[in-house]
């Protein structure tokens, strides 16, 4: 196996026995950029030269001390972080034109944690331009490939992040999740991703989209690495004052708890006219292997699902619309012409619904209907341990194929969102593939139940163990 | 003639004096200090960063409502209020809108009660300075607390928005939440001038807001500028553009800074980075036990307690030290001086305030003793001073009084000081009759 492919868990003990050095760990995902990028164009900053002085640090940092590794858990890992991340000398671009040449100041708090625990940023990954979207073709640099399928979408708004973890270019990557935008590549890319409790891993640095939505996540290939990372990333951070003081628990540790007698819901609203008849299929098997792991499982209901776009496609553009105010020009990035067509329609919308006199008919209504729609997941989450989901209506689509109607593509969230709204975690865990392409699930716990998620998750892949299906680049 | 009557509300603009901003750890003392050098990606509106709000500031606005006798809302929250313009770098001010941390306040100067509609808690815009073409932005402002202040549109003339601003600025650094000094920009006010027709009830339908005025005398002559011109327009059949004017300190004049006002949307909704608030009435009443005695109590207590005359007790209430430094010294001189003599020494500034208060007793207790004066050379210098001024002896032949005064200062200090004045007086007044 080549060390670009292999597991952040994998990687760390190679590194501890001095199998490898860091940076051969580093070169060997550098060779795959090299080899792959221009056709999957998953990096917008590749950061070679830094990275290689960072990773030669590394190596002295374990022949120092062969217990560094309890101190910096993540040290030599290369990561990619999502082109929102701040990064102190480091291009930050939002996957837009905009700010194409804007060098933040100061790391987010993210980017801060993850480099103190050791993780090499080996560069900034390809985005929808701002968060704007599902499959990466808002990008105003170009789109990027599935590495499953070159002539299909990776899933957006966290596309960059998805392929390159896919394709070996990195061991993880860091996204945001909105509306869906860590769970979405994930699925469509084979990978574990992780949409956090709202409040759970700190904000700041990461350029806003809707600010009572975005939540900081990350995707690796398997459930111990998404844990291990999460240990990291997790906590109150005194400059988010949306983060929350709940303990942070040692996500890896129960890891391999059994889930007999587990308590799993299945939305009935979620199982529904259009949904591809191959992810029904490959969903209704992933349910009856974790029913064959003791898991109780019974159908539930949230019943104002079908009001959960609208009302999402109402408050996000609203907040878009207000975080992108900043973007004037004055002190940093070109003029407001240059915002691309997905994001002038975002602001369009959102200026009107936030508008005096059409504020109480939208905003304030969408608002209560926020409400009912996280009673429907507190109301079902006391009946149920978890609920679980398809992440998907349809396979991994071509390029092209929804960016003529936005609102197919805004479809594409329809089971996504709603957790959202909700602000409860949820985790995208490969479930199969139809015809060589990914098919991913969502576990969806209360708030503050990632390590529940992460126990039901583990449990399932130790049985179908997806993960080891690369794909053919 | 005076068919029309005022409709006058301030909106008045504190900066407090906390340590650091709103929203951030930058010094929020940033007065004469060099551009842009108390920034941070929070104040500079840079992607990514987000405000947590500052304690501090937070009782701070909550005690100035107290003091304005407002009613604390046990929940509030901040809001966004969205508009371009260079120096606010986020395109949104975080303020208040709909669930303010004080409402319903009031006020009494004199026999009047002027309402408080609301004192709320916002953020400051960085600062444009215009050099030839150019315009330079310096953040060093942007995310200091400021409270806003809103009062009901009770005022009816010039004389009184002049003195209730007094009474607030002695009011807030009683406080000593803010220096409230209308020169370094830490309190600022806009007058909201109209006027309705005599008996007629309900707001007029226009109202005038005037800004850039720097102190509390061109506030005055502003609004009774503001209310010839408007009363001319209205007598003419005219009604008054709703609008703001600027005032123009050089001319005395107000001119208008739009030609068009529209309503601005500011697409104002909660703030979604901050939580909302919810206080206990502990933590309100907690608050409310850090407020000192206002001024206006204090002034009544000194009447009624030390017996001084009200103008002199409003006076020394102006400014709290001074009003403190008086009751020390009374306590401690006893009956060896009157409270209104202190008083009279303090407002005359015959002695410094800045005295240890030992020292200005003792000062004050010398100053007070009547003086025996030697009647040997209390005669020497009558006549010195009776032979010296034969012109204002004439004068006060003739009737002029001051002239006599002007005689006993001339004794007083040919004698420096061992005399009394009434004695000198009385001496004067017999040695003048045998000239």
Redesign the interface.
């Known amino acids: 196996m080549e060390l670009h492919d292999l597991s952040i868990q994998e990687a760390v003990e190679g590194l501890k026995e001095k199998k490898f050095s860091c940076r051969e760990l580093l070169e060997s995902c550098l060779n795959r950029i090299k080899k792959l990028d221009k056709d999957l164009n998953a990096f917008i900053t590749v950061d070679e030269e830094n990275a290689l002085l960072q990773a030669d640090k590394c190596d002295r940092e374990i022949s120092a001390s062969k217990n560094i590794f309890e101190e910096k858990p993540l040290l030599g890992i290369p990561v990619g972080l999502k082109d929102?991340?701040?990064t102190k000398d480091l291009k930050?671009t939002?996957g837009s034109k905009i700010?194409d040449n804007?060098t933040?100041?100061?790391d987010?708090t993210s980017t801060a944690r993850l480099k103190n625990a050791g993780a090499i940023v080996i560069g900034k990954t390809n985005e929808d331009a701002w968060g704007h979207g599902s499959s990466g073709e808002n990008s105003d640099v170009g789109p990027t490939k599935n590495p499953y399928d070159l002539t299909r979408v990776p899933g957006g708004s966290s596309s960059g992040s998805g392929a390159a973890v896919a394709a070996g270019e990195c061991l993880f990557s860091t996204g945001t999740d909105t509306g869906s935008s860590v769970r979405l590549p994930a699925a469509f890319c084979n990978l574990v991703g992780l949409k956090p409790t709202y409040g759970r891993v700190s904000?700041?640095?990461?350029?806003?989209m809707a600010?009572?939505f975005d939540t900081i996540g990350h995707m690796t290939k398997t459930v111990y690495d998404n844990a291990k990372v999460l240990e990291v990333t997790a906590g109150k951070d005194?400059?988010?004052?949306?983060t929350v003081l709940v303990e942070v628990p040692k996500y890896t540790k129960n890891l391999g708890k059994d889930i007999k007698g587990l308590k799993v819901g299945i939305p009935k609203e979620y199982y529904v006219e259009g949904i591809d008849n191959k992810i029904k299929e490959i969903t209704d098997q992933a349910i009856k292997t974790i029913k064959s792991l003791g898991a109780q499982v019974h159908e539930v209901s949230l019943p104002h699902t079908e009001y959960a776009m609208a009302c999402y496609y109402i408050l996000c553009p609203?907040?878009v619309?207000?975080n992108?105010?900043?973007?004037?020009g004055?002190?940093?990035g070109h003029n407001r012409a240059t915002f691309g067509a997905e994001a002038k329609r975002r602001m369009m919308l959102g200026?009107y619904t936030?508008?005096?006199g059409y504020?109480d008919a939208y905003?304030k209504k969408a608002a209560k209907v926020r409400n009912l729609i996280k009673q429907d997941f507190e109301n079902v989450l006391k009946e149920v341990d978890v609920m679980i989901a398809p992440s998907s209506p349809s396979l991994p689509f071509k390029i092209g194929e929804k960016t003529d109607d936005p609102l197919q593509m805004y479809l594409s969230d329809v089971f996504m969102c709603p957790i959202n709204i909700a602000g409860v975690p949820s985790l995208n865990i490969p479930c199969g593939f139809s015809d060589g392409l990914p098919v991913g699930m969502q576990v969806i716990g209360p708030q503050f139940s990632e390590e529940l998620l992460y126990q039901v998750a583990f449990a399932y892949e130790r049985e179908t163990e997806f993960y080891k299906v690369k794909p053919k680049i | 003639m005076n068919k029309y009557k005022p409709v006058i509300g301030l909106e008045i603009h504190v900066e407090l004096a906390t340590k650091s901003k709103m929203f951030c750890q930058c010094s929020a003392d940033y007065f004469g200090k060099k551009p842009n050098t108390h920034t941070c990606?929070v104040c500079?509106?840079?992607?990514?960063?987000?405000?947590?709000?500052n304690k501090q500031a937070i009782d701070w606005v909550i005690l100035i409502g107290q003091a304005l006798g407002c009613k604390v809302n046990k929940t509030s929250k901040f809001d966004?209020k969205?508009y371009?313009y260079?120096d606010l770098?986020?395109?949104?001010q975080i303020s208040q809108y709909d669930e303010p941390f004080n409402i319903d306040g009031s006020v009494v100067i004199g026999e009047k009660t002027f309402g408080i509609t609301r004192v709320h808690m916002e953020e400051d815009t960085g600062k444009l300075t215009h050099l030839g073409g150019d315009t330079l932005?310096d953040f060093n402002r942007s995310g200091v607390p400021l409270v806003e202040i809103v009062t009901e549109p009770d005022f009816e003339n010039a004389e009184d928005v002049k003195r209730f601003l007094e009474e607030l600025q002695v009011t807030i650094r009683y406080l000593g939440v803010s220096d409230a000094d209308m020169e370094k920009g830490s309190m600022r006010l806009e007058p909201n001038i109209s006027l309705r027709k005599e008996g007629e009830s309900g707001l007029p339908k226009y109202k005038v807001e005037v800004k850039n005025i720097n102190s509390f005398n061109f506030v005055k002559k502003a609004v009774e500028y503001e209310i010839e011109r408007q009363t001319e327009m209205l007598e003419r059949g005219e009604v008054p553009a709703q609008e703001t004017r600027g005032y123009n300190e050089a001319k005395g004049i107000t001119v208008s800074q739009r030609t068009k006002e529209e309503a601005h949307?500011y697409?104002?909704?909660p703030e979604?980075?901050?939580?909302p608030f919810q206080f206990t009435d502990e933590e309100i009443g907690n608050i409310e036990k850090q407020l000192p005695e206002l001024p206006s109590v204090k002034t009544e207590r000194f009447v009624t307690q030390y017996k001084i005359k009200p103008a002199d007790a409003l006076q020394l209430t102006r400014d709290k030290k001074v009003a403190d430094y008086f009751e020390k010294v009374s306590s401690q001189i006893g009956d060896r001086g009157s409270q209104q003599q202190i008083a009279n020494l303090i407002i005359n500034k015959k002695l410094s305030t800045l005295l240890p208060v030992e020292e200005f007793v003792n000062k004050a207790v010398e100053i007070l003793t009547p003086k025996i004066a030697d009647a040997g050379a209390l005669k020497v210098a009558v006549e010195k001073i009776i032979g010296a001024n034969t012109k204002a002896i004439e004068d006060y032949k003739n009737g002029k009084e001051n002239s006599l005064m002007f005689l006993v200062g001339q004794v007083m200090r040919e004698m420096k000081g061992q005399a009394d004045a009434v004695t000198v007086k009385e001496v004067l007044i017999k040695k003048i009759k045998e000239v």
């Open positions: 929102l991340y701040s930050t939002a700010i804007y933040s100041p100061y987010a904000r700041y640095g990461v350029i806003a600010s009572s005194p400059y988010d004052a949306t609203s907040e619309s207000s992108l105010a900043r973007f004037d004055v002190r940093y200026t936030l508008s005096s504020y905003y | 990606p500079l509106g840079l992607p990514g960063a987000l405000p947590v709000p966004r969205h371009f260079p770098p986020k395109g949104y932005v949307d697409r104002y909704f979604p980075d901050i939580p």
